[in-house]
Each structure stands twice: as structure tokens, then as C-alpha cells.
């Protein structure tokens, strides 16, 4: 049987709440919490004991802005001069009053045209309201109370006056674990508010984190080394984790990244778990010992992943060159039909090795942006036993058989898609794990090298 409560209280008054009034409606919840059993007694709720999850939830307008191309800036709720010209663009283009703000009247023709072009499956979703969790809809409670009773505070970024920092709280207990005396509930707080309200009330979250327990905070939006809400959360947390599938400018928010992990800050990716499946088949594919040994032969790397976000393939290809001790040399980018970025490295005996990422045009684009196609290991010896090749069910494999190759492919496999790729189900695995990742840390100090290359 699955039980649910249905609580939910709100604050919203015009001002800034304060942690005793979010203290005081949780009480009142548990309090007011009811399901009696057989014998009529109450069941003892078992509260967050696990966790505090802190969720930055970037405020949608440059989302939208950003789907329609009117805007490349960072995604971080900031209404700055990129955000207030585009909206001008976008006002001026579809006849409607110039402000250069997100008006009620602009953000609803903006979600319209997104869910018109169905761009992305997250936004089309959301098309009629904010990119809020919620907690009427707690679809990462779906996930992570499952397993785990937790606190999750969502800070939601909102666009307008600066009308205070207003609070829902709310218990959601999916599940009835072991007999009916225990639920298992997760404790929502969401703060909503505009991006000052938010970071003048910003040395109130740390306040409302479990203490003994792990902190998390999950970023959504670019990440900003600078941005202080930003530092102010990461400081107190021990573990950040960021998506690089959404970022909507891959290769410079990568580098923020690096500069992160430069300054000690434990940070994970959930786009970096997507991978794993990828490295797996990858790995295996050169365990019989003749294979290991042709390993040092490789020296064409072709990587085709879906245009429009390289994070992926850029992560995959700093996975391998840290693990075979490759040194980026040099590093160009073409952009057409196909997003073609070529890549030169010498291993330690100098040898020279090519790879090739190529963003190809899709006409489904799935849910995670930038998901790799296809990956080929290859060898300009023709006698080298190293050719691999590897692709998704969904014919991934057919630009890399029509290209041929100097080498003809020595092994095949397939990597099939799996629904468990989606943030929510990563952010669950996730969160049972903190601390510094050696391997993916190492994958993007590569990854920084070969993009400052690019700038140099």
C-alpha cells in the first residue's frame, strides 16, 4: 500500500520567512499527520535521518530564451543586459510591448513557441508553468525517497518585484516500509523569491540543513565560481553536483568547472555517470591480453554524439586521453551541418594521435542533450588488432561504416539506452557517495587543457 501525505502548508506573505516559521510548519505537519493503523494508533513518521539536498532551480525565462536562439548567455536566473536584450528581441520580433523584461505576456508566447517546436521534452512539460520542484510534484521524491528519508530545499529564482522570500513546506511519504507503524518521508522546503531576495536570505539554508548528516547541493543552473549564492551554499555543502547536458555553453561552463575542482571544491556531474556504459564497453573491449597490447596502437579517435551540446563527447574522449597518457597539442573547431572539432595528442613515445568529435544533426532529439552516437578506436597500422566500435541500438553505426577507415574494426558492440539516464535516477545514485572523484576529475583537467588550447 503506498501512502502519501497531503499536507502542505504555505507562507506567503510579502516578506522575507524566517527559519522559525519554516521550523514551526513543519512541526505542525508531523502534528497534523494522521493514517491510522489497525489497532487506531498513529504510525511514528521517520523524518529526514539521511540527507539534506539543497536544489538551485534556475528561474525558466533564459531557458526559453536560450531554446529559441535568442540567447547564449549563462543560465543563472540573473535578469543581466543579455537576458534584457534578447527579451527585447523576442518582443519587438512577435509585436508585443518592449520592455526588455519577462512579462506575463512574454513568457507565455515564449512557452508556446518552446512546446511549438518541442525543443526540449523538460520545457514542453513545464510549458504552462515555472521549472519549480514543486512540492505538489515532487518528482525527485519519486526517486530519492524511495530509498533514502531526506530533507530537499529548493531555491527557486523568480522574475519581477522583489515582493520577500515566501515558503512552501510540505512531507511526502511514498512508501510504507516493513509494516504500517513506519513511513519513510521526505521533508520539502521550497524558498521562492527574486535572485536578491534569494541571496539576502542565503545565510538562512545552512541554518535549515540537517546537522551531522551529508549536505548536497545540486546546482541547475551554469555554474559560477563567482556567483556568491553560489559559493555561499557550495562552502557548507559536501558534495556539488552540476548537469552538463544543460549547459548552454559546453565548453566555457566545462572550464568553470576545472576552476572548481582547481579550488578544492568535491564536485560531481551527472552527465559524467551517463558515460558509464560507454567506459565499461570500452574497458572490456581491450581486456583479452592481445588487445591490451595493441592498446599503445590507437591513434584515431572518432566520436559522433547529438549536436548541439559536445559535454559528452568531450568528457569521454578526457576519460580516455587521461587514462593512455595522451597530451593535447592542438585543438580546432569547424561548425556546418556537422559540429566538427578535431583534436591532436602525443602519448609519451611521441606518437601522434587524431580524434575527431563530430555533432550530428538528429531528427528525434532525446531528453538528455548531446547524447553520444557512436565511438571508433582505430589504428593508421593495418596490422594493429585495436579497431573497436561501439554505437548506440538505434543505428549509431551508420555514419562510421559509410566513412571507413584505414583499419578495418575488430570488434563491434552496441550500448543500449536505458531510462535510467535521466537526472532524477543519477541524482539518487548520486547522492550515496560524496567526496572527490578521482577519474572524473583527472578526465577534466584534460578536457581543460584541450579547450584552453582553443582559446590560445
Not at 510579502?14 to 504510525?43: H, R
Not at 551529508?214 to 562552502?235: E, I
Request: proline letters at 5%.
Amino acid at each position: 500500500m503506498t501512502l502519501q501525505a497531503p499536507t502542505i502548508f504555505s507562507l506567503q506573505a510579502p516578506k522575507d520567512v524566517s527559519l522559525t516559521d519554516i521550523e514551526a510548519e513543519l512541526n505542525q505537519i508531523w502534528q497534523s499527520y494522521g493514517i491510522a493503523g489497525e489497532d487506531g494508533t498513529l504510525p511514528a513518521a521517520t523524518r529526514a535521518t539521511t540527507f539534506t539536498l539543497v536544489v538551485y532551480e534556475p528561474e525558466e525565462t533564459q531557458y526559453l530564451l536560450a531554446a529559441l536562439g535568442f540567447y547564449n548567455g549563462p543560465i543563472d536566473g540573473i535578469p543581466g543586459p543579455q537576458t534584457q536584450a534578447a527579451l527585447r528581441e523576442v518582443q519587438k520580433k512577435y509585436g508585443l510591448t518592449e520592455t526588455g523584461t519577462a512579462t506575463e505576456e512574454t513568457l507565455t508566447l515564449l512557452r508556446e513557441e518552446v512546446a511549438k517546436r518541442h525543443y526540449s521534452n523538460a520545457i514542453a512539460e513545464n510549458a504552462s508553468g515555472s521549472y519549480s520542484l514543486d512540492a505538489t510534484s515532487p518528482r525527485i521524491a519519486d526517486e530519492i525517497a524511495l530509498r533514502n528519508p531526506c530533507r530537499i530545499i529548493t531555491l527557486l529564482p523568480v522574475v519581477g518585484e522583489d515582493e520577500g522570500v515566501k515558503a512552501q513546506v510540505s512531507a511526502y511519504c511514498p512508501i510504507q516500509k516493513g509494516s504500517s507503524s513506519t513511513l519513510i518521508c521526505c521533508e520539502y522546503i521550497t524558498l521562492s523569491g527574486t535572485a536578491a531576495a534569494l541571496e539576502r536570505i542565503s545565510g538562512m539554508v545552512p541554518a535549515l540543513m540537517i546537522g551531522g548528516l551529508p549536505k548536497f547541493l545540486w546546482w541547475k543552473a551554469t555554474p559560477d565560481p563567482n556567483n556568491s549564492l553560489f559559493k555561499r551554499l557550495a562552502a557548507v555543502c559536501d558534495n556539488v553536483i552540476v548537469d552538463s547536458c544543460n549547459f548552454n555553453k559546453p565548453e566555457t561552463d566545462l572550464l568553470s568547472l576545472q576552476a572548481l575542482v582547481e579550488s578544492g571544491l568535491p564536485l560531481a556531474d551527472l552527465n559524467w555517470r551517463r558515460l558509464s556504459a560507454w567506459q565499461e564497453l570500452t574497458a572490456e573491449a581491450y581486456d583479452p591480453p592481445q588487445r591490451r597490447a595493441a592498446l599503445v596502437e590507437i591513434d584515431r579517435v572518432n566520436i559522433d554524439y547529438e549536436k548541439g551540446n559536445s559535454a559528452q563527447a568531450l568528457l569521454f574522449l578526457g576519460w580516455l586521453a587521461s587514462r593512455l597518457s595522451w597530451h593535447p597539442v592542438s585543438y580546432q573547431k569547424e561548425s556546418g551541418d556537422y559540429d566538427i572539432t578535431r583534436i591532436s595528442f602525443t602519448a609519451d613515445d611521441q606518437r601522434q594521435i587524431e580524434a575527431e568529435l563530430a555533432g550530428v544533426p538528429v531528427a528525434d532529439v532525446g531528453e538528455v542533450p548531446g547524447d553520444l552516437i557512436a565511438l571508433r578506436l582505430s589504428s593508421t597500422n593495418p596490422q594493429a588488432n585495436c579497431g573497436t566500435l561501439i554505437c548506440t541500438e538505434t543505428g549509431g553505426c551508420m555514419r562510421m561504416e559509410t566513412q571507413g577507415g584505414a583499419q578495418s574494426t575488430g570488434l563491434f558492440q552496441q550500448v543500449t539506452s536505458l531510462s535510467e539516464q535521466k537526472a532524477e535516477v543519477l541524482l539518487s545514485q548520486q547522492v550515496q557517495r560524496w567526496g572527490h572523484e578521482a577519474l572524473f576529475e583527472e578526465s577534466l583537467a584534460v578536457i581543460a587543457q584541450i579547450l584552453k588550447l582553443g582559446k590560445g
